[in-house]
Antibody, heavy 122, light 112 residues
Framework: QVQLVDSGGGVVQPGRSLRLSCSAS????????MQWARQAPGKGLEWVAV????????YYADSVKGRFTISRDNSENTLYLQMNSLRVEDTAVYYC???????????????WGRGTLVTVSS | DIVMTQSPVSLPVTPGEPASISCRSS???????????LNWYQQKPGQSPQLLIY???NRASGVPDRFSGSGSGTDFTLKISRVEAEDVGIYYC?????????FGQGTNLEIK
């Protein structure tokens, strides 16, 4: 069965960096796009970034553009989110999710990890 | 960016009664391929989101048939025919027509 395990969260000071990982199993990783979404404490869901299956196309939310980088290692079945210049407002649970494509377009995200908590605080 | 607006924010429902959640987009989610890039997710307390409905009206695998999705290019509805206690949680719509993908603010379904 599809399994996504998010990890790498923790407490970090503003301005510092952190890298999240999402280990995938139970499916052919190279055939699927992936995303990161986040949820601040007590708040709704916010989309962060998406990467297509070959890693060639990447898109970001304006709130993280230029600071976060999504990447993948298809040989390790792992998705990453490199987060630089972290801000207090980046505090959230970060979820990875698998993308389902329809005729070459990502249509929805069908499996989600359990999330990893990132706390940005001095 | 496409703005997604859900209503109501809070939805108290008696078990066995129907429930309906509305989601409106600031522009049409109808792609030239004929599909509507609108999805519904359920997030139960303390859990990660789970896909309920994709491409506007398709139930995800394992989702009970009491859940259904419908809608036009900008107005979408998630319906629960008979609410059960296990349906408690927050429901989100999400558009994937264009990046940045965006979510509605969520609807908190609670049992009366």
């Amino acid at each position: 069965q599809v399994q996504l395990v998010d990890s790498g969260g923790g407490v970090v000071q503003p301005g510092r960096s952190l890298r999240l990982s999402c280990s995938a199993s139970g499916f052919i990783f190279t055939s699927f796009g992936m995303q990161w979404a986040r949820q601040a404490p007590g708040k709704g869901l916010e989309w962060v970034a998406v990467i297509y299956n070959d890693g060639g196309n990447k898109y970001y939310a304006d709130s993280v553009k230029g600071r976060f980088t999504i990447s993948r290692d298809n040989s390790e079945n792992t998705l990453y989110l490199q987060m630089n210049s972290l801000r207090v407002e980046d505090t959230a649970v970060y979820y990875c999710a698998r993308a389902i494509s329809y005729r070459g377009l990502i249509s929805h995200f069908d499996s989600w990890g359990r999330g990893t908590l990132v706390t940005v605080s001095s | 960016d496409i703005v997604m607006t859900q209503s109501p924010v809070s939805l108290p429902v008696t078990p066995g009664e129907p429930a309906s959640i509305s989601c409106r987009s600031s522009q049409s989610l109808l792609h030239s391929n004929g599909h509507k890039f609108l999805n519904w997710y359920q997030q139960k307390p303390g859990q990660s989101p789970q896909l309920l409905i994709y491409l506007g009206s398709n139930r995800a695998s394992g989702v009970p048939d009491r859940f259904s999705g419908s809608g036009s290019g900008t107005d979408f509805t998630l319906k629960i025919s008979r609410v059960e206690a296990e349906d408690v949680g927050i429901y989100y719509c999400m558009q994937t027509l264009q990046t940045p993908y965006t979510f509605g603010q969520g609807t908190n379904l609670e049992i009366k």
